[in-house]
C-alpha cells in the first residue's frame, strides 16, 4: 500500500515535470530554431535583406538554399521565383543571377536550368540567353551541341531516322545542306589539326610559309613538321618492304583552280566535285597533304600498301583522309593515295576512335580552339 502511494506520487512528479519542460520548449522553440538557422546557414547580408523584405519567416521555414542566399546578396532575387530558386543547384561560377532570372523569364523549369549550367558551355548559355525557348530535351548532355541548330538536328534525326548524338555531328558538319552551299573561312589557317571541306575553306591570300622540299623529290613540298614526318614515315614503310613515291604534295591556289577547272572541263562539275577539290578547299592548299603512289603505279596505292598506310601512317602524324566508306561525309570518292598530316597525337587518336577527321573536328576539337 505504501509501496503503491509513492510510485504514483513519483509519476505526478514526473508528469508535471515533463509537461513543464515541453511547455517551455514549445514556447521557445520556434525562435530557437529559426535564430540558429539563420546563423549557421544564411549570410548576415542575405538576413537583412529578408527582413528588409519582410520574408524571413517565410525563407527559413524552408530548407535553406544557398542559391536564394546568392539572390538576395546580389539584389536580383525575384519574389515570384522563390520555390524555382530552391530548386536550382548553385552554379560554381561568378554572375550567374542575372542569367538565372532570364531563363526562368523564358520558362526554362528549374531542372532544365540545372541542365543548362551543368552541361552547356559559355557560347551556347550566351546564345540560349538571346533565343526564344527552345525544348533542349537530351540535346542539352551533347558534349558538342550548338543550341542555335537545336531545329536542323531535329530535322536531320527524323529524315534520316538516326539518334541525336549523330544528328547533331552531322548537322554541325554542314551535311544538312548542300556541299558548298554554306562556307566559312576558317581563322586558323596555320593550325596543323585544321579542318578544311566543302563547307570550309581557306582565307583568298592563305600561302603557307615554311614549305620544305620533300627529300626524294625537290619539286614536292610541304610545310616542316609535315616534310619532316613523311622522311620518318618513307622511312618505316621501306623496313616493312612498302616503297612508295609522292606524286602530289603544296598546291597553290592558282594550281588547284586550274586543276580544278581542267577536270569540271572533262567530267562535268558533279562528277569532277567527288574527286577534285574547288580552290581554297584542298588540303594541299594547306601544306598538309600528300599523295602517294606504289612503286609501279601512276596515282594509287596497291591493295598492300593501302592497308599498310591504315594501320601505320598514323605512328608518323598522317591518316588516310578521304577512307572507304567516308563519302557520305566527305563528299569524295575513296582515295587510297591521300594522306594528310595532322601530328602524331592527333592522328593516332583519329586512328583509335575510327572516325573521319571531319566528324573528330567537330567533336574533339572545335571547342578547344
Ligand atoms: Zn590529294
Same mark, same amino acid.
Given at each position: 500500500m505504501k509501496k503503491k502511494k509513492l510510485k504514483i506520487k513519483y509519476v505526478k512528479v514526473f508528469s508535471a515535470s515533463l509537461v513543464l519542460i515541453l511547455g517551455v520548449l514549445f514556447i521557445i522553440k520556434p525562435k530557437w530554431t529559426k535564430e540558429s538557422i539563420d546563423r549557421i546557414e544564411y549570410s548576415n547580408e542575405a538576413i537583412t535583406i529578408m527582413k528588409e523584405k519582410n520574408i524571413l519567416d517565410e525563407i527559413t521555414k524552408k530548407k535553406y538554399s544557398k542559391t536564394v542566399e546568392k539572390?538576395?546578396?546580389?539584389?536580383?532575387?525575384?519574389?515570384?521565383?522563390?520555390?524555382?530558386?530552391?530548386?536550382i543547384n548553385c552554379p560554381e561560377k561568378e554572375n550567374f543571377e542575372d542569367s538565372i532570372n532570364t531563363f526562368l523569364n523564358k520558362n526554362y523549369t528549374p531542372e532544365e536550368i540545372n541542365n543548362i549550367f551543368e552541361y552547356l558551355n559559355d557560347t551556347n548559355q550566351k546564345k540560349l540567353k538571346e533565343m526564344e525557348h527552345v525544348d533542349l530535351k537530351d540535346y542539352v548532355k551533347i558534349s558538342n551541341l550548338e543550341v542555335d541548330k537545336i531545329e536542323r538536328y531535329e530535322t536531320y534525326r527524323i529524315e534520316k531516322n538516326t539518334n541525336i548524338q549523330d544528328a547533331v555531328t552531322k548537322v554541325n558538319i554542314g551535311l544538312d545542306l548542300e556541299f558548298y552551299s554554306e562556307i566559312e573561312t576558317i581563322q586558323d589557317p596555320d593550325s596543323y589539326t585544321v579542318l578544311l571541306n566543302k563547307y570550309r575553306g581557306l582565307p583568298e591570300n592563305y600561302v603557307p610559309l615554311d614549305l620544305t622540299p620533300l627529300s626524294i623529290n625537290k619539286n614536292y613540298k610541304l610545310r616542316s613538321k609535315a616534310a619532316e614526318a613523311y622522311e620518318q614515315l618513307q622511312s618505316a614503310a621501306l623496313l616493312d618492304n612498302v616503297k612508295f613515291f609522292p606524286f602530289s604534295a603544296y598546291r597553290t591556289k592558282d594550281y588547284q583552280t586550274g586543276l580544278y577547272t581542267k577536270y569540271v572541263g572533262r567530267d562535268g562539275k558533279n562528277a569532277a566535285d567527288t574527286y577534285s577539290a574547288r580552290p581554297r578547299h584542298s588540303e594541299?592548299?594547306?601544306?598538309? !597533304?600528300? #599523295?602517294?603512289?606504289?612503286? /609501279?603505279?601512276?596515282?594509287?596505292?596497291?591493295?598492300?600498301? =593501302?592497308k599498310w598506310m591504315l594501320d601505320n601512317s598514323y605512328k608518323y602524324g598522317f591518316i588516310v583522309r578521304y577512307a572507304k566508306g567516308t563519302t557520305p561525309i566527305?563528299?569524295?570518292?575513296?582515295?587510297?593515295?591521300?594522306?594528310?598530316?595532322?601530328?602524331?597525337?592527333? !592522328?593516332? #587518336?583519329?586512328?583509335?576512335? /575510327?572516325?573521319?577527321?571531319?566528324?573528330?573536328?567537330?567533336? =574533339?576539337?572545335?571547342?578547344?580552339k
Open positions: 539572390m538576395l546578396e546580389s539584389g536580383k532575387y525575384e519574389e515570384k521565383y522563390f520555390d524555382d530558386y530552391t530548386k594541299h592548299e594547306l601544306g598538309l !597533304a600528300v #599523295d602517294i603512289r606504289s612503286d /609501279g603505279l601512276n596515282d594509287n596505292l596497291t591493295e598492300e600498301h =593501302y566527305t563528299g569524295y570518292i575513296e582515295e587510297p593515295w591521300h594522306l594528310r598530316y595532322l601530328g602524331v597525337d592527333v !592522328a593516332t #587518336d583519329v586512328h583509335n576512335k /575510327g572516325i573521319t577527321f571531319d566528324e573528330y573536328y567537330d567533336l =574533339y576539337l572545335k571547342n578547344e
